[in-house]
């Protein structure tokens, strides 16, 4: 398994702050997505990061992918109280049988306090 | 509209009392997986399938069954649940397996008594 890990397990910030989560992995992989997760409920999809990608946008959302150091980021810029949520990284990658795998690490909880 | 859905939302049952998670998604995606998410143990993939008749074990297989006769259904068998099953469990789809987002259900809450 090639499963990520999140740093840090919890974060707790005020409106109008920046967060940033970190992901860090240990093989070699396709690409690495983030998803976010209210709770309990089913995950939604932020970004997806190609390996032969560094940095990558998409609204608020900025990703960084070092795959020299195999680590993300994931930074949200100007926090709003509906940022809070459960974040999680996903490493993406083919065993050596040639399956496909998506494994994911176990999660970022976000708080963001009006 | 686009989705994958998972039935049932919840479900308690007793430990022996086999027991089908159904999942079917409406993108004709190719690629669909199981995770069961536990409290500080995030999401376990426990079986995916790439395409029609294909599935492989994920890290968690141990108890489960699958099968893929349809591209659009992917159903979660327990043959004999356990207590140790009790978990949250996700179905999840992508187009193709490769640079590929996954889609993913409502979840399923299930104790086994």
């Known amino acids: 398994s090639q499963q990520g890990e999140e740093d840090p397990q919890a974060l707790s910030i005020q409106e109008g702050e920046n967060a940033t989560m970190n992901c860090s992995y240990k093989t070699s992989i396709n690409n690495l997505q983030w998803y976010r997760q209210n709770s309990g409920r089913g995950l939604v999809h932020l970004i997806l990061?190609?390996?032969?990608?560094r940095e990558k946008h998409s609204g608020r959302l900025r990703v960084t992918l070092d795959t020299s150091k195999k680590s993300s980021s994931l930074l949200i810029t100007a926090s709003r109280a509906a940022d809070t949520a459960s974040y999680f990284c996903?490493?993406?990658?083919?065993?050596?049988?040639?399956?496909?795998?998506?494994?994911f690490g176990k999660g970022t909880k976000l708080s963001v306090i009006p | 509209e686009a989705q994958v859905t998972q039935n049932p939302r919840y479900l308690i049952t007793v430990t022996g009392k086999k027991l089908t998670v159904t999942c079917s998604q409406n993108m004709n995606h190719e690629y669909m997986s199981w995770y069961r998410q536990d409290p500080g143990l995030g999401l376990r993939q426990i079986y995916y399938s790439m395409n029609v008749e294909v599935t492989d074990k994920g890290d968690v297989p141990e108890g489960y069954k699958v099968s893929r006769k349809e591209k659009r259904n992917f159903p979660l068998i327990l043959e004999s649940p356990s207590p140790n099953q009790t978990s949250l469990y996700f179905c999840?789809?992508?187009?193709?397996?490769?640079?590929?987002?996954?889609?993913f259900g409502s979840g399923t809450q299930l104790s086994v008594l």
């Open positions: 990061i190609r390996s032969n990608e």
């Open positions: 996903a490493t993406a990658g083919y065993s050596g049988a040639g399956s496909y795998q998506l494994t």
């Open positions: 999840a789809s992508s187009p193709a397996a490769g640079n590929e987002k996954l889609f």
